[in-house]
């Protein structure tokens, strides 16, 4: 089993729709909670971080963290072409262990 | 967020030649930094792991002798492909952890085409 399971998509949607992006994991002893974006051909940009439980939010990005079922999501309200990427998961222990998911591609339709 | 970055961003060079990718962390001072590999449409590929001051520790299936790691001060790491073959042609990205919060930042990413 992977540590860290994501759907890879694609996800295609409508400009303006509510995206919702998921990552499951197994160790219950992750503590630091991360969401990625990355356009073609660059490195990934950080957009969410989490520590511990939870919910943050960040403009139309909201990140939400349930260790009970190790679940976490993010949610992009009023989604634009501009989001249109790939969202990478990532969780951590602390230290220098960081477990990502292997992405999702999501594109945002005009 | 914090900044890191890569240089040079794309590099072509002929069969043979070593190349030399740096990486910094402009404005903080990283515990960790490390190397990444990724093909098209495929996920990130964990190739290393560099501390400041001590000897990377590189992933199974990564070779040490082809990919040098040099992890010089809090705030830069170098990769050097040596004796590149187009094989080794991909997109490397490097990142950096900020040890209060331990956040990751990426850089850029570098591509390297070998002909």
């Known amino acids: 089993q992977k540590e860290v399971e994501q759907d890879p998509g694609p996800l295609s949607v409508p400009e303006g729709a509510i995206v919702s992006l998921n990552c499951t994991y197994s160790n219950s002893a992750f503590q630091y909670f991360m969401w990625y974006r990355q356009y073609s051909r660059k490195g990934p940009e950080l957009l969410m971080y989490?520590?511990?439980?939870g919910n943050k939010e960040d403009g139309r990005f909201t990140a939400q963290v349930d260790k009970s079922s190790k679940y976490i999501s993010l949610f992009i309200r009023d989604s634009q072409p501009s989001d249109s990427a790939t969202y990478l998961c990532a969780m951590s222990l602390g230290g220098n262990q960081f477990y990502f998911g292997t992405g999702t591609s999501l594109t945002v339709i005009p | 967020g914090a900044v890191v970055s890569q240089h040079p961003s794309r590099v072509i060079c002929k069969s043979g030649t070593s190349v030399k990718i740096e990486c910094r962390s402009l404005?903080?001072?990283?515990?960790?930094m490390f190397w990444y590999r990724q093909f098209p449409k495929q996920s990130l590929m964990l190739m290393a792991t560099s501390n400041e001051g001590s000897k990377a520790t590189y992933e199974q299936g990564v070779e040490k002798d082809k990919f040098l790691i040099n992890h010089a001060s809090l705030t830069l790491s170098t990769l050097t492909v040596t004796s590149a073959h187009p094989e080794d042609s991909s997109f490397y990205i490097c990142?950096?952890?900020?040890?209060?919060?331990?956040?990751?930042?990426f850089g850029p990413g570098t591509r390297l085409t070998v002909l």
């Open positions: 990142s950096a952890v900020w040890g209060l919060t331990n956040e990751q930042f």
């Open positions: 404005d903080f001072q990283a515990t960790t």
């Open positions: 989490t520590y511990s439980s």
